[in-house]
Antibody
Framework: EVQLVQSGPEVKKPGESLKISCQASGYTFTDYWIAWVRQMPGKGLEWMGI????????TYNPSFQGQVTISADKSISTAFLQWNRLKASDTATYYC?????????WGQGTLVTVAS | EIVLTQSPATLSLSPGERATLSCRASQSVSTYLAWYQQKPGQPPRLVIY???NRATGVPARFSGSGSGTSFILTISSLEPEDFALYYCHQRSDWPQTFGQGTKVEIK
């Protein structure tokens, strides 16, 4: 069974750093891309970027380029989304999703709250 | 960036009725259009991919059509579990984008 299990909710202060994770199981991790999608409170879905663990390749939505870092560690079948300096506007639920043609399996989401 | 515009914003229907959701793209996406269903507190669930292909486990009452810039998601007879938010998504161009969503609510 394909599963993407994301790390738990986070509460952070502006300026802090954060790295959230997405652990995959039930398929060959290096055969699929992993995408990250943001959903701000009460809002729609935004495509952040995508990484291919098989070739350590990552592409960002220009709107998120420089704001976050997407990576993956194939030895532990886990993808990551990282911030160096959080802002209040980063408050959102972040989803990872397995992606070949389209995102087909999704993680349960990680709620990140940034508040002073 | 390709903009996807969904209409209507909200669709108020009764169980058993037919739902017709529209998604229009600002430029052609060929058939690289998918539909997702999202319920409160849950991740999106893939319903239709490549405009007209049902995802694994999706009931036959869901169907998709269209190409180029105009797409339709049809739910032939609404079941109670179908009341949710629906998003269209294009993978034709980078960055991939989503529509703003259509809420299908119980009338």
């Amino acid at each position: 069974e394909v599963q993407l299990v994301q790390s738990g909710p986070e509460v952070k202060k502006p300026g802090e750093s954060l790295k959230i994770s997405c652990q995959a199981s039930g398929y060959t991790f290096t055969d699929y891309w992993i995408a990250w999608v943001r959903q701000m409170p009460g809002k729609g879905l935004e495509w952040m970027g995508i990484t291919y663990p098989g070739q350590s390749q990552t592409t960002y939505n220009p709107s998120f380029q420089g704001q976050v870092t997407i990576s993956a560690d194939k030895s532990i079948s886990t993808a990551f989304l990282q911030w160096n300096r959080l802002k209040a506007s980063d408050t959102a639920t972040y989803y990872c999703a397995r992606h070949k043609a389209v995102p087909d399996y999704w993680g349960q989401g990680t709620l990140v709250t940034v508040a002073s | 960036e390709i903009v996807l515009t969904q209409s209507p914003a909200t669709l108020s229907l009764s169980p058993g009725e037919r739902a017709t959701l529209s998604c229009r793209a600002s430029q052609s996406v060929s058939t690289y259009l998918a539909w997702y269903q999202q319920k409160p507190g849950q991740p999106p669930r893939l319903v239709i991919y490549d405009a007209s292909n049902r995802a694994t486990g999706v009931p036959a009452r869901f169907s998709g059509s269209g190409s180029g810039t105009s797409f339709i998601l049809t739910i032939s007879s609404l079941e109670p579990e179908d009341f949710a938010l629906y998003y269209c998504h294009q993978r034709s161009d980078w960055p991939q984008t989503f529509g703003q969503g259509t809420k299908v609510e119980i009338k």
